[in-house]
């Protein structure tokens, strides 16, 4: 079975700077996918960004890019320039490929971006 | 285009009920999944249906099933429910059958057990 854990429950970080959360996973596979969702007040999970676990670059979406440590089992998560729009709670996932849809989520990290 | 679609968005019930929650995936979307967010244990995966079959289902007890109809659309009933049911209760649908590319969520049914 595969564990994800999100070691920062709670972070604060002022608007314009950036703000790493952190994610490691513990997991037998070798082919495998890593999401970051956000979930705002509003509830609805918004997909941030995704690593294929075959990739050795590190996947960017803007003001959003993460650090793929695949020995070292660990998936970051950078927000540069933040905004207030960014506060929200954010989840790290882990999906076996070829396994159908199936995420397994960390607890999350509580992000609150201050004017 | 309209997203996935959770009714209701807010439920009450009583301890010994039963509940039947609806989710219409995006368009096209043949495959949906449910999980169960609470605060103590998080976001946890219920099952995923695929072309109305159940796939994968996770580590849940019997009193919590599902079904996904022609149309795509998924219900997942719980019976005789428990405080502990108290929950958000997201869906998540996506085109292919498996998706790295990351599912679209539903806003979630809150359902109160009391």
């Known amino acids: 079975a595969q564990t994800v854990t999100q070691s920062q429950p709670e972070m604060s970080v002022q608007e314009a700077e950036t703000v790493t959360l952190s994610c490691t996973y513990d997991?037998?596979?070798?082919?495998?996918?890593l999401f970051w969702y956000k979930q705002p007040p509003s509830r609805q999970m918004i997909l941030v960004i995704r690593q294929e676990a075959y990739k050795q670059q590190n996947a960017t979406e803007n003001r959003f890019s993460v650090n793929f440590q695949k020995a070292a089992k660990s998936f970051s998560l950078k927000i540069s320039d933040s905004q207030l729009g960014d506060t929200a709670m954010y989840f790290c996932?882990?999906?076996?490929?070829?396994?159908?849809?199936?995420?397994?989520f960390g607890g999350g990290t509580r992000l609150m971006v201050k004017p | 285009k309209a997203g996935v679609t959770q009714t209701p968005r807010y439920l009450i019930k009583t301890r010994g009920q039963q509940v039947t929650l609806s989710c219409s995936p995006i368009s096209g979307h043949r495959s949906v999944s449910w999980y169960q967010q609470t605060p103590g244990q998080g976001l946890q995966f219920l099952f995923e249906?695929?072309?109305?079959?159940?796939?994968n289902k996770g580590n849940f007890p019997g009193r919590f099933s599902g079904r996904q109809f022609s149309n795509s659309r998924s219900e997942m009933n719980v019976s005789t429910l428990e405080l502990g049911d108290s929950a958000l209760y997201l869906c998540?649908?996506?085109?292919?059958?498996?998706?790295?590319?990351?599912?679209?969520f539903g806003s979630g049914t809150r359902l109160t057990v009391v």
């Open positions: 249906y695929f072309s109305e079959t159940q796939r």
């Open positions: 998540a649908s996506s085109l292919f059958g498996s998706t790295n590319y990351g599912y679209t």
């Open positions: 997991t037998s596979e070798n082919n495998y996918y």
């Open positions: 996932a882990f999906m076996k490929d070829n396994a159908g849809n199936m995420l397994t």
